[in-house]
């Protein structure tokens, strides 16, 4: 069984930046999609950035040019860059892996905070 292993997060200053790592262990599917999803407490986990095995990329607009997503389809792991980090980013990030039959993988779970 696949697991999905987060690290990077942590506590940043406004306008700082971070790098979150995500990578499969064990036997598995290659996804068809990798990427992050993040969450507050109240609110519906939400898309940040996905990439495709193709190469396609998709941002939620709050985050698009300052985040940027990378993926190694050999590897199968997918990181995050974030910079130009805003208080409005604290959230716990969740890696994500899509399998070609719509079958989801979800990380634990990095908490992010942004504060001075």
């Known amino acids: 069984q696949v697991q999905l292993v987060e690290s990077g997060g942590g506590l940043v200053q406004p306008g700082g930046s971070l790098r979150l790592s995500c990578a499969a262990s064990?036997?598995?599917?290659?996804?068809?999609?990798m990427g992050w999803y993040r969450q507050v407490p109240g609110k519906q986990r939400e898309l940040v950035a996905v990439?495709?095995?193709?190469?396609?990329?998709k941002y939620a607009d709050s985050v698009d040019g300052r985040f940027t997503i990378s993926r190694d389809n050999v590897e199968n792991t997918v990181d995050l860059q974030m910079n130009s980090l805003k208080p409005e980013d604290t959230a716990v990030y969740y890696c994500?892996?899509?399998?070609?039959?719509?079958?989801?993988?979800w990380g634990q779970g990095t908490q992010v905070t942004v504060s001075s």
């Open positions: 994500n892996g899509r399998t070609i039959d719509n079958v989801d993988y």
């Open positions: 990439r495709f095995r193709h190469g396609g990329v």
């Open positions: 064990g036997s598995g599917p290659n996804f068809y999609v």
